[in-house]
């Protein structure tokens, strides 16, 4: 290449290609910028036998206690939480978390794969046994994942991913009591025990440990979720109020649970004492 065509090169490189100062990859420690919510449509899946494990690991993960009864011990199915099969935004998506695994977490204390996170939801959120690693039933599920996450760069955050932050510092139990028998009792039951909508507490509901039973995880699930025929329609006090009154809500435990985060980094929600925190006092 001639000299002066390389430093023009050089330069455009420097100025980032179009006269903006290229980004500071150092400082997001390699991980791309966060993309855009976008769901792959079905007619885009594969054809053959890795099309027909993505079909069925959504079929699993829509009609979970239905067909895997050994091991799930309440009423619920994965979607209960991650609704319309995990592609709505704010609605705890499975787009693009195929790529965010292995991934360190602090209640474990250790890194995960993706069977790791799924195993979690079955032992907390299921209320039950975890799947055989390596069978069939779990490979659907991470074809599946992997399917959602198709068009999204491995490590990136994905807009809508998660649920909203809500400020949980007022929640006030009376208050999301009256709340409920109002708005979510129709779909849910006044017993909490689910009818049209899952259990929300009970020995059909999720267990002590589950994410959803604290107190910041239901306010900014039911703050973008809840009622599911008016999502977004409670204001941040509304669902703080509601999650307050669901996590006081009696469910079934979780023995071990004390030995969670065992580096003694609790988030402050965590509706149990647990040992590492309490030693580190
Ligand atoms: C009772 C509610 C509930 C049910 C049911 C549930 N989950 Fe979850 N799930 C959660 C919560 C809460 C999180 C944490 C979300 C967060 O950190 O933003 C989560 C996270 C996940 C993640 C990681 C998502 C991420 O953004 O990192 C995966 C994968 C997952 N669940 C799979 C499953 C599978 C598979 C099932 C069924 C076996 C299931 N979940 C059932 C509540 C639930
Ligand atoms: C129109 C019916 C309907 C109404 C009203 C409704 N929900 Fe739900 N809810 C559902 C359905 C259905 C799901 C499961 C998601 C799915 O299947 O797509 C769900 C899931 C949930 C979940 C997670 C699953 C579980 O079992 O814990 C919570 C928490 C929840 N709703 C809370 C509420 C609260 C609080 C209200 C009142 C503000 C409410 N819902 C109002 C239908 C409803």
């Known amino acids: 290449m001639d000299l002066r065509l390389a430093g023009l090169a050089l330069g455009m490189l420097a100025l980032g290609g179009c006269g903006e100062p290229p980004a500071p990859r150092a400082a997001a420690g390699y991980v791309p910028d966060t993309v855009a919510f976008q769901v792959p449509s079905d007619s885009t899946m594969p054809p053959g036998l890795l099309g027909e494990s993505i079909r069925r690991g959504r079929a699993l993960l829509e009609h979970t ?10 009423t619920l199915a994965c979607t209960s939480c991650h609704p319309a099969a995990g592609t709505l935004a704010g609605g705890m998506p499975w787009v693009g ?17 993706i069977e ?20 069939k039933d779990v490979r659907d599920m991470v074809a599946y994942f992997a399917f959602l996450s198709r068009d999204i760069p491995v ?13 949980v510092s007022n929640a006030d139990t009376s208050a999301g009591k009256a709340l409920y028998a ?27 440990g589950a994410g959803m039973a604290r107190l910041r995880t239901a306010a ?22 509601l999650a307050a009154y669901l996590v006081s809500r009696p469910r ?3 023995p071990g649970k004390e030995y969670d985060w065992p580096n003694g980094d609790p988030p402050p929600d965590v509706a149990y004492p647990t040992l590492a925190a309490q030693q580190k006092r």
């Open 155 to 167: 490590g990136a955050r994905v807009e809508g991913q998660g649920i909203p932050k809500v400020d």
């Open 182 to 208: 109002v708005e979510c009792a129709r779909c849910h039951g006044a017993d909490g025990g689910g009818y049209v909508g899952p259990a929300l507490w009970g020995d059909s509901s999720f267990n002590i």
């Open 252 to 254: 079934p435990d979780l």
């Open 97 to 113: 978390v195929y790529g965010q695994f292995p991934q360190y977490r602090s209640r474990v204390a250790r890194v995960q794969v």
């Open 65 to 74: 206690a239905d067909s895997l009864p050994e091991h799930v011990g309440n």
């Open 220 to 241: 900014g699930f039911i703050r973008a979720n809840m009622p599911m025929d008016r999502r977004g329609s409670m204001t941040d006090q509304q669902s703080a109020d």
């Open 116 to 135: 790791d996170r799924i195993d979690d939801c079955f032992i907390r959120s299921m209320n039950g046994k975890p799947l055989p690693r390596g069978g």
